[in-house]
């Protein structure tokens, strides 16, 4: 490619980015504002003094550090829980032969079950066990239910890829099935892990229905609904605040996606799934 090209090329890549950048250079602007600032037209996009006051009283004011722990184990333990199990099915499913692997294709269709339709059913099992305004929906329900599928989707495309000649190696060493899982399987399939990490974790900290229906204590909350708290006595918003909490959000994810972003790729490549 010519420099002219690449020029050119860059050029139309930055005019593309243009709004998705936009939107969160707003977020992150806005957010050292002041209130009556923050909708001003057209938009300030550099401060010329700077609210970090903005960012002191979304911590002091609300219950932010409480409720960012919450969307953070939450989220690690369900990522966790998700790539455990969905390695399992997925690698059950892609090399051993039983009577239910059939089946994989009925499975697949909770791809397509939104989650608004479950949610009155699970919410009525969940309130007879008496675990609302509990976290424990917000967990189990994500690792064995229709959002792990996916996962397990994944992890099969990747193990119908590994050679056979591996496990027959691995068999003449004496490996158990479970052996060749952990020992065999699971130490090549760091990029399908890597992308089921990524995506795992991006739900399930992006989570706002289940949370809304599941639980009313405010010490309870995950960021998603406790950043629709943000108001003042009179119930007006504080929308330099709230944007000050909402920028806080997003660094999490980007700390993944930044560590695991090339496995990611690799991972979704392998499994069928890239563009």
């Known amino acids: 490619m010519s420099r002219r090209a690449r020029i050119a090329c860059y050029a ?8 998705f950048v936009f939107p969160t250079w707003w977020m992150i602007t806005a957010s050292l504002l002041p209130a009556n600032e923050v909708l001003a037209y057209p938009p300030k996009l550099f401060p010329s003094q700077p609210q970090w006051e903005n960012y002191k009283a979304a ?17 690690v333990l369900v990522t966790l829980g998700t790539m455990f199990f969905s390695s399992l099915a ?19 269709i909770g791809l397509m ?11 009525r099992v969940v ?3 008496g675990l609302t305004n509990t976290h424990w929906p917000l967990i189990v329900v994500p690792i064995f239910g229709a959002p792990s599928v996916l996962a397990t989707f994944v992890m099969r495309q990747f193990f119908i890829t590994i050679p056979g ?37 991006l739900n399930t900290w992006n989570f706002f229905l289940e949370p809304l229906v599941y639980l009313t204590d405010k010490d309870q909350f995950t960021l998603p609904v406790a950043l629709t708290q943000y108001v ?9 605040v709230q944007l000050a909490a909402a920028t806080t959000t997003v660094v999490p994810v980007l700390i993944v996606f930044i560590i695991a972003q090339r ?10 799934l890239k563009g």
């Open 12 to 19: 139309v890549m930055v005019v593309l980015a243009v709004p």
């Open 59 to 75: 911590f002091t004011d609300f219950p932010l550090a409480r409720q960012y722990f919450n969307s953070l184990y939450i989220a």
């Open 90 to 108: 997925g690698y059950a499913f892609a090399r051993i032969r039983f009577r239910g692997e059939k089946l994989f294709g009925l499975i697949l």
């Open 113 to 123: 079950v939104p989650s608004e339709v479950t949610i009155i059913p699970l919410f």
């Open 127 to 129: 309130d007879d066990l």
């Open 165 to 201: 000649e591996l496990e027959e190696a691995g068999r003449l060493d004496g490996l158990s099935r479970f052996g060749l899982y952990r020992r065999v399987a699971m130490p090549i399939a760091r990029p399908a892990l890597a992308a089921v990490a990524i995506f795992t974790f």
């Open 232 to 240: 003042d006595v009179y119930g007006g918003h504080l929308w330099n």
């Open 263 to 272: 496995q990611f790729v690799e991972g979704l490549a392998q499994s069928g």
